[in-house]
């Protein structure tokens, strides 16, 4: 149980309401969170000052998913945060447009092209590279990373670790080149590929409290079946397979 409130209300939900609740037969919250403040252009936000932020607006201008990645990315949870429109689209191009679309459109499109239309399937005896591994691991750590950040309500550091992730994703496809495997290797291209949209689907079923539109997205384009128990943390336990 976490008690979430402003850091200006702080003393009375961690020492008054708690002493109310015990005296009261009531259990106290487990743990009590403040969040900090926001600031826009450095500015504090006041009416006077005629720059307070419109939520509405923000959600007109770059949809909800852009909205609460950028709230829960740009600024430590508990921390003062300081917004500005440049801030947040630097933040979500560089990271949900160049980063986890630019990974997703090169390999579902390659995929597609040259795969039946299909994510590709590993033939008996497709063996993984020490890169292979070293990328699936990776990915495969990840649940446990988010769940101990989540835990902590740490939520931008769980994007740092997903985003290390989609990184080093991208780097692996610069380095291992699908597209030229195609004439030279196509069973080491299937690999190739397989891996990569294993990697999409950790980082789109992780990604699902951040961005929900754009996650429900990517396990259907990846081939993963439609169910809330092929689509949540625990379908990405090893033990479960791909």
Known sequence: QVHVVG????????????????????????????????????????????????????LDMYGLDATRFFMASEVRFGADGDFSHQRMAVRVNSQLCNGLGNLCNRILNIAYKNCDQSIPTLAEGSGFTPADQELLAAAQGLPEKVRTHMQKQALSLAIEDIFDVC??????????????????????????????????????????????????????????PPGEEFRNIAALDPAKGP
Do not use: Q
Request: charged share 25%; hydrophobic share 45%.
């Open 7 to 58: 850091k200006d209300i702080l003393r009375f939900h961690a020492v008054y309401w708690p002493a109310m609740l015990m005296a009261a037969g009531l259990p106290p919250p487990d743990r009590v969170f403040a969040h900090g403040w926001w600031t826009k252009d450095g500015e504090k936000i006041s009416k006077s000052l005629g720059n307070v932020i419109d939520p509405f607006e923000l």
């Open 167 to 224: 990184a080093a994703a991208n780097k692996y496809v610069e380095d291992m080149a699908p597209w030229s495997l195609k004439k030279t290797d196509p069973e080491r291209m299937k690999v190739v590929l397989y891996v990569c949209c294993e990697v999409i689907r950790h980082l789109g079923i992780l990604l699902t409290p951040y961005t929900p539109d754009l996650s429900s997205k990517i396990p259907d384009a990846i081939g993963v």
